[in-house]
């Protein structure tokens, strides 16, 4: 792990996964058809308010997703 790597975990932000945030991921996982991680993801980003950038095509064409 690099000095860069190592600089960007103090950036980082862990988020608990309440019963709410796993009832909504469960909705995005339903609704459109993803997998439970990449609904986690896409609803703690919801949640947060936050613009995705995945590195997978799982997402595209989701609220709040973009693609660089």
Do not use: W
């Not at 790597?5 to 909504?24: F, H, K, N, R, Y």
């Not at 993801?41 to 995705?52: D, H, S």
């Amino acid at each position: 792990m690099g000095l860069a790597d190592v600089a960007a975990l103090g950036l980082t932000d862990v988020q608990q996964i309440d019963q709410t945030l796993s009832l909504q991921a469960a909705d995005y996982s339903l609704e459109h058809k993803l997998h439970m991680a990449d609904a986690l993801i896409y609803a703690t980003a919801r949640r947060r308010g936050a613009e995705l950038y995945p590195s997978d095509l799982h997402l595209k064409g989701l609220k709040g997703v973009s693609y660089l």
